[in-house]
Nanobody
Framework: QVQLVESGGGLVQTGGSLRVSCAAS????????MAWFRQAPGKEREFVAA????????FYANNVKGRFTVSRDNAKNTVYLEMNSLTPEDTAVYYC???????????????????WGQGTQVTVSS
């Protein structure tokens, strides 16, 4: 099991930027895919982005592509989500998730991920 702790959420104005972090511990992450999901009030949890820890390749939801960037720091065992050009529609609790990966398939369903952080709130004001 991987322990995940998110940080870096906060309040930002429309058009602004924010970076959230996810510190991982408990496992060697070389076989893991790390993902970001978000959940707005009254809505289902939705996929945002994912990154393969071993090679750093990434995959994005269409509605964040070109605005968000996922990255990882091997030395710090930390995954980042850099968010630019934020809009009120990006307001949500952002969750970090992890799953062991044995194929090239990109999983974008919450049920496909076994380990989760507690989430960090991102609020974009209009």
């Amino acid at each position: 099991q991987v322990q995940l702790v998110e940080s870096g959420g906060g309040l930002v104005q429309t058009g602004g930027s924010l970076r959230v972090s996810c510190a991982a511990s408990g496992r060697t992450l070389s076989r893991y895919t790390m993902a970001w999901f978000r959940q707005a009030p009254g809505k289902e949890r939705e996929f945002v982005a994912a990154i393969r820890w071993s090679i750093g390749s990434s995959f994005y939801a269409n509605n964040v592509k070109g605005r968000f960037t996922v990255s990882r720091d091997n030395a710090k065992n930390t995954v980042y989500l850099e968010m630019n050009s934020l809009t009120p529609e990006d307001t949500a609790v952002y969750y970090c998730a992890a799953r062991v990966t044995y194929s090239n398939f990109w999983y974008n369903s919450p049920g496909a991920y076994q380990d989760w952080g507690q989430g960090t709130q991102v609020t974009v004001s209009s």
